[in-house]
């Protein structure tokens, strides 16, 4: 039991330090700067305000995380961001981002923890009751612009969103 424990710290710590917190970090609060848009687009600038708050917690939790050790303060601090995502209404027009920024967290946190991410949950957005799973999740901040511009791209009535 000792060996297989010691193992998948290993690997963890494997995988953390191929996606390092820096860049998970910066990853953390491009995604919530560009969520928080969102939500101000949509009139609600409070769910704005706490986008940005808990995205600044979850960075700060992934900067301050340290291999090897429990992870639950960073996934704390993502389930929050997540369920922050999960206000903004399905049937906004903006569904497809917020879709790709609820992937990406839970990509985040089986990237910290494997195992642990809710992608086989259901998603918990009033009215909507898919899964949220991206296949090529972005890794970084530059994949997550790059995959917000082409939801963008496709749809030009999400210019609004584009992040700048």
């Known amino acids: 039991m000792k060996r297989t424990a010691v193992l998948a ?12 917190q820096n860049t ?5 609060t491009t995604l919530g700067n560009a969520s928080a848009s969102i939500a101000a687009l949509e ?5 704005a305000a706490t986008l940005k708050a808990d995205t600044a917690a979850a ?18 601090a993502l389930n929050l961001v997540e369920a922050d995502l999960n206000l903004i209404p399905s ?14 967290v839970e990509s985040i946190i089986e990237i910290v923890q ?11 957005r009033p009215g909507v009751t898919h899964r949220v799973y991206l296949a090529n999740a972005p890794k970084n901040a530059a994949q997550f612009k790059a ?6 791209d496709a749809n030009p009535a999400l210019a609004k969103a584009a992040i700048r």
């Open 24 to 28: 998970l970090a910066t990853l953390v």
């Open 91 to 104: 049937i906004s027009q903006y569904a497809a981002l917020v879709d790709l920024a609820i992937g990406t």
């Open 59 to 76: 960075t700060t939790a992934v900067l301050n995380w340290k291999s090897g050790t429990p992870t639950q303060n960073v996934i704390q």
């Open 9 to 20: 710290s290993l690997a963890l710590a494997l995988v953390v330090t191929a996606c390092n």
């Open 147 to 152: 995959a917000w511009q082409a939801k963008i």
């Open 43 to 47: 009139g609600n600038t409070a769910l």
């Open 114 to 124: 494997p195992g642990a991410s809710s992608i086989d949950s259901v998603n918990t």
